[in-house]
């Protein structure tokens, strides 16, 4: 309990999740795309209701098979919605692609393994239901904001999470990551995290150092010969920020992975993940360029 006072003491903005709701479909003349919301991703129990593990799914009209992107909300592990899109539904699919927001299991009541868990299983159900929805499962791109942005990062660093599935990441074409601090979240909690960022850290990592290189995806590079290609957005007004994207764009390189960097809006760099989708966004431009590379 005190942990979670704590964690509204440092945060004083919360997003919660509504307690559930049944699949629905729509369309949306406005922008060309369907979208499809609160599809569970993990079977449910009979007397489940939760929107947790689910997703919504926004599929451009007339195309038959879309490349997908694969987007992990922030959050900071305890917080936040699938709902927390912007404007990235409408610019995606107006390019063509297909935009697939999960929610996931949160702190307090699961751990970051179980996070790690549902993302590799929202693959798995991409692979064996993406068909039915006009998914092209061999074109997927990992997006994850913040919290997001280490999860998506972590289960493509280090492919074990995978393996234990047993499926394979070839399907995952490219990476992107905006805005995360914690690719090595041992350098955080040594040298770069302020105070509120060293506690938000302890308090999903704990004090173990041993959990912290664990959960580092920069920890597992050097031992994954299959990396995909990496974009790190990042907010080159935050040294914590940019560090932490420069520390691992390294270790990518140096592990023969291909890796850029991507500065966040410079008229509101700390609105990055925000801004993605609007017109005349130079990182917009630059992320459009490196997926399109990629698929």
Not at 223 to 237: C, D, I, M, R, V
């Amino acid at each position: 309990m005190r942990y979670v006072l704590l964690w509204l003491v440092l945060f004083s903005t919360v997003s919660f999740t509504a307690k559930g709701s049944e699949e629905t479909s729509i369309i949306d003349a406005g922008f060309d795309f369907t979208l499809t919301s609160d599809i569970h991703y993990v079977a449910r129990k009979l007397d489940e209701v939760t929107t947790l593990q689910t997703l919504d799914l926004y599929r451009p009209n007339n195309i038959a098979l879309a490349p997908v992107i694969l987007y992990v909300h922030g959050g900071a592990w305890a917080f936040g919605d699938k709902k927390d899109v912007h404007v990235k539904p409408n610019y995606f699919t107006h390019n063509g692609f297909a935009l697939v927001s999960i929610n996931y299991r949160l702190r307090w009541d699961y751990k970051i393994y179980d996070q790690v868990l549902d993302l590799v299983s929202a693959i798995v159900w991409i692979q064996e239901h993406g068909a039915e929805f006009g998914l092209d499962a061999d074109r997927i791109v990992m997006m994850g904001h913040g919290a997001g942005g280490h999860l998506v990062s972590l289960v493509m660093a280090d492919s074990s999470y995978l393996r234990a599935e047993g499926i394979s990441g070839k399907g995952v074409k490219a990476v992107v990551s905006i805005d995360s601090t914690s690719y090595d979240i041992t350098r955080v909690m040594k040298e770069l995290g302020s105070f509120v960022e060293r506690r938000k850290h302890q308090v999903i990592f704990t004090s173990d150092e041993q959990v912290w290189r664990g959960a580092s995806p920069q920890t597992h590079v050097s031992k994954n010969p299959s990396l995909p290609p990496f974009a790190l957005l990042y907010n080159p007004e935050r040294d914590i920020t940019t560090l932490q994207a420069k520390g691992f764009a390294k270790a990518l390189k140096d592990a023969g992975g291909v890796v850029v960097m991507v500065p966040g809006s410079v008229s509101d760099p700390a609105r990055t993940n925000e801004l993605i989708g609007v017109s005349g966004n130079i990182a917009t431009v630059a992320l459009m360029a490196f997926i399109r590379s990629q698929i």
